[in-house]
Nanobody, 122 residues
Framework: QLQLVESGGALVQIGGSLRLSCVKS????????IGWFRQAPGKQREGVSC????????QYTDSEKGRLTISKDSARNAVHLRIDSLKLEDTGTYYCASGSSPDTDPRAYRSWGQGTQVTVSS
């Protein structure tokens, strides 16, 4: 079974940057699209970015364009999400998930990690 582990979450100040990582165990990332999702306290999980299995196609939700960069590191079997210019509303638990094609809809994914906490403070 594909297992995903997120890391990189932290307490950061407004305007700072973070790089989140999603590392897999089991099958290679080469066969799966990876999505990143954020769940703010009391809110539904929402997609923020995704990348194709080959790593040549990336998508971002309109509200996140320009601040997020998703990348694939095949050598380390990892997918990274860099978030710049952090805002208070970026606070939440960030999850990565694997699926057959890149999509920012959480319903398109079956395998999920446990999440990593990002807290943005003023």
């Amino acid at each position: 079974q594909l297992q995903l582990v997120e890391s990189g979450g932290a307490l950061v100040q407004i305007g700072g940057s973070l790089r989140l990582s999603c590392v897999k165990s089991g099958f290679s990332f080469d066969y799966y699209a990876i999505g990143w999702f954020r769940q703010a306290p009391g809110k539904q999980r929402e997609g923020v970015s995704c990348i194709s299995a080959s790593g040549d196609r990336a998508q971002y939700t309109d509200s996140e364009k320009g601040r997020l960069t998703i990348s694939k590191d095949s050598a380390r079997n990892a997918v990274h999400l860099r978030i710049d210019s952090l805002k208070l509303e970026d606070t939440g638990t960030y999850y990565c998930a694997s699926g057959s094609s890149p999509d920012t809809d959480p319903r398109a994914y079956r395998s999920w990690g446990q999440g990593t906490q990002v807290t943005v403070s003023s």
